[in-house]
């Protein structure tokens, strides 16, 4: 990279250029004419495997409208759903409204989370409220080792 380069530049056109008004050509018709036929070349392969994968779709469609299933077709009757099982969203009242059944789930969750309770009295299993729980835990881990050994 010795030299300068004065008009050689890539980004500026040489004089004949300027003084020609527009650039040359940068695309050549052999050029052309060879991505043309490459294209057509392509599209005569292309077309007659896409028309032959439709005509299997339309023969196995006419296959399974003339009362042939396909053997991969499931053998079971149609089980209809018995009902909406949607919420009725009627205004305020019974049956309620899902806000205050989400409402009410919460309220049941935490009461459960915060509270004490023997679920299994046989086992001896017992709930306890979530800080209580880690406060036991935290203790149990301070009065532990270093080495933490069960």
């Known amino acids: 990279m010795a030299g300068t380069h004065s008009n050689q530049d890539n980004r500026t056109p040489p004089a004949e250029v300027i003084a020609r008004g527009y650039e040359p050509q940068a695309i050549g018709f052999r050029t052309y004419m060879i991505v043309l036929v490459c294209f ?20 196995n469609q006419v296959r399974t409208e003339n009362g042939r299933k396909s053997p991969l077709a499931v053998q079971q009757r149609t089980l209809v759903p018995s009902g909406p099982l949607l919420q009725p969203s009627p ?31 046989t086992t001896g299993t017992v709930r306890i409220p979530i800080e209580r729980a880690m406060q036991i835990m935290a203790n149990r881990a301070a009065t532990q080792p270093a080495g933490g050994g069960r």
């Not at 205004?91 to 679920?119: C, K, T, V």
């Open 40 to 59: 057509a070349i392509f599209l005569a392969i292309l077309l007659p495997v896409l028309w032959g994968v439709m005509d299997g779709f339309a023969r």
């Open 91 to 121: 205004p305020q009242g019974d049956p309620r409204q899902p806000w205050q059944d989400m409402q009410a789930f919460r309220i049941h969750e935490n009461e459960i989370l915060d509270g004490y309770s023997q679920p299994d009295a």
